[in-house]
């Protein structure tokens, strides 16, 4: 028999997470998160909370997209509200370059599948409806590319990751947009690791229609609360006119809690789910941090400290292939190769949160994601090239500190 013996209270260490996500959560946050009192999702104040939520949520995302709302749970459940009015048989051209474009791609498979097309292959279907365009790893998606495919396929939906953090590549946001807008494809994005990251307004690319992002990356908002979504009108008649197969994630009537009614913002929600106090004060606090600081301050601040750390693992003979912002994806120097999953695993069994790449080829993934500062980049520099030194390197970690040191004064001068 087990009992609460059996199981000690859990108690989870405090790692450094420097990995592609989730990223350290602001203090102001958890504190947010555990000093709201306990009160049901109706309450005035958690109503309150969620207006003002979607009110800051519209500026932080550059948008006068009236469903703009936070979906209860993690990006895939952004993605999944996002992508419920894709129905089967719809046709979709999907651009897939690494693990997470490639898990939307499945997505828009199922979505897309008719009922025998789902049953002939119901966990990796391949629906005539859909093409995948497969873009190599470590690769972007251009807009050259979308323009050829839309242009031969003229599909109704078009599907792209802003930023694929499975191979840390920025893909071409306006190059998607403007074809999208040529070919009349209605454009769905993966802004899950861009949105906060970097410093863009989702009105600027009026062939998407609709965007998905999380709570736990650019937005440091881990404790488990609303992947914003925003949607434009054009979105919703579509939506409104197919109909969709989810009542949980359905973005329309998902967004009538967040005090959305028929295209229009009214005083408060009507109950949709069960909301968390909780959820809703961490939430408010992420968006109020990260609006006082400002996404063009932000995005700054993500340019400068990821490039000292690109500075420092290239000086230690590592090549890095990735261009976020917010992590750094590298391969060992030649003498090592194939040995990153290793290294990866005894930095994770010290406390030192980096990531392999979850799909061929196995590199190394390093994020700074709430890490901006000289003490975290130096701690994440040296762990590593410690970490690589245990593997049998010849790191000089002194004079790699010292050349970060150099860049963080450089800059506080200038
Ligand atoms: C992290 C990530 C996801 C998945 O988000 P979860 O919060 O784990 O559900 C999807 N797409 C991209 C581009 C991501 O970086």
Redesign the pocket.
């Known amino acids: 028999m087990t009992n609460a013996a059996t199981f000690p209270q859990l108690v989870i260490p405090n790692t450094l997470a420097a990995g592609?996500?989730p990223g350290n959560t602001d203090a102001r946050v958890l504190q947010a998160y555990a000093g709201a009192g306990i009160a049901d999702h109706m309450q005035p104040d958690v109503l309150r909370g969620m207006i003002e939520c979607k009110h800051m949520l519209r500026t932080f995302m550059g948008t006068a997209n009236v469903y703009t709302f936070g979906v209860a749970g993690?990006?895939?459940?952004g993605?999944d509200c996002m992508m419920s009015a894709v129905m089967p048989g719809d046709t979709v051209v999907v651009f897939a370059n690494g693990t997470?474009?490639g898990?939307?791609a499945l997505t828009l498979r199922m979505k897309a599948s008719t009922r025998e097309e789902l049953a002939a292959d119901s966990l990796n279907p391949q629906p005539a409806s859909v093409t995948v365009i497969d873009v190599p790893h470590g690769q972007s998606v251009t807009g050259e590319i979308v323009e050829a495919a839309l242009s031969e396929h003229k599909p109704k939906w078009a599907f792209m990751?802003h930023?694929?953090?499975g191979s840390g590549r920025i893909n071409d946001i306006a190059g998607f947009s403007d074809a999208c807008l040529k070919h009349d494809a209605m454009g769905l994005v993966?802004a899950?690791?861009s949105l906060g990251v970097a410093d863009f307004a989702i009105d600027d690319y009026k062939g998407v229609v609709g965007w998905a992002s999380?709570p736990?990356?650019g937005l440091l908002c881990l404790p488990l609360t609303y992947?914003p979504v925003s949607l434009t009108d054009r979105y919703i008649q579509t939506l409104r006119a197919s109909g969709c197969y989810t009542y949980a994630n359905h973005p329309i009537m998902e967004a009538r809690h967040w005090g959305i009614v028929d295209g229009h913002d009214v005083e408060k929600g009507t109950y949709h789910r069960t909301h968390s106090g909780y959820a809703v004060s961490a939430f408010h606090e992420a968006l109020r941090i990260n609006l006082a600081d400002g996404l063009a301050k932000r995005a700054q601040d993500y340019i400068f400290h990821e490039k000292a750390l690109t500075t420092a693992v290239t000086a230690m003979g590592c090549e890095v292939t990735s261009n976020m912002t917010s992590l750094v994806v590298l391969s060992l120097p030649p003498a090592f190769a194939g040995r990153e999953m290793e290294l990866v695993q005894n930095c994770r069994a010290q406390g030192f949160g980096i990531w392999p790449t979850l799909s061929a080829p196995v590199q190394i993934r390093i994020g700074i994601l709430n890490l901006l500062n000289q003490a975290a980049i130096t701690e994440i520099v040296t762990r590593f090239g410690q970490a690589m030194n245990d593997i049998g390197a010849d790191v000089d970690i002194a004079a790699i500190t010292a050349g970060l040191e150099t860049h963080f004064q450089s800059t506080m001068a200038a």
């Open positions: 592609p996500g993690t990006g895939w459940s993605l997470f474009s898990i939307d990751a930023w694929e953090t993966d899950v690791s999380c736990q990356k992947a």
